[in-house]
């Protein structure tokens, strides 16, 4: 095995330790109000987004489909179920995190209202294969947008320990994301 030179390893200690050492760097008061707002602006997208897919599951109810397609719905609604209560129970004990700012344009509020509407139809209207790919389709786009919105509000956040939590949110979204993909891709060949 071959030996660092001590002046080497010196050198590298140092670096390790001085950049491990420096602090983060402050915001601007300006900046901390535009991050407090991207923040919150993320938490209520990300707390709506999820509320509404926890109840996913539920279509098993009026809908069939294979069964690792349904085992895939079920975990997607239990991951939003524990992401929604999470942000819940963090908005409980700081006030300056609000589940309600939303702050959409009104033409992005009405385009998503009229999306809701036609991928609704489409789902209960559709049986067998249609379904499970329309079904598919759209818990990749809600868990890629869910993935996303817990990542920039992590970056937003200023307390480390909901940073870490909004981010293993965001790991987990993004995990789901891609098993659903990987399943559209078997499902398609």
């Avoid at 491990?20 to 008061?29: E, I, K, L, S, T």
């Avoid at 869910?146 to 293993?168: F, I, M, S, T, Y």
């Amino acid at each position: 095995m071959k030996m660092i030179p001590p002046k080497f390893a010196a050198m590298l200690l140092a670096v390790v330790v001085l950049i491990g050492c420096q602090a983060p760097r402050a915001r601007a008061p300006g900046e901390r109000g535009a991050a407090t707002s991207i923040r919150n602006n993320c938490y209520s997208l990300l707390h709506q987004l999820l509320d509404d897919e926890k109840n996913v599951s539920l279509l098993r109810f009026i809908k069939r489909e294979e069964d690792d397609v349904k085992k895939l719905v079920k975990q997607i609604a239990n991951d939003a179920a524990a992401g929604a209560k999470l942000l819940e129970e963090l908005a409980r004990h700081d006030p300056s995190i609000r589940l309600d700012d939303f702050r959409l344009p009104p033409g992005e509020a009405a385009t998503r209202a009229a999306i809701a509407v036609t991928k609704k139809h489409e789902l209960l209207s559709q049986s067998g294969d249609a379904f499970e790919l329309s079904l598919l389709l759209t818990q990749a786009q809600a868990l890629s947008y869910a993935w996303h919105l817990a990542k920039v509000a992590g970056e937003n956040e200023p307390q480390p320990d909901r940073a870490r939590a909004l981010a293993g949110l965001s790991v987990d979204m993004e995990k789901r994301y891609h098993e659903v993909v990987g399943l559209l891709l078997v499902r398609t060949k």
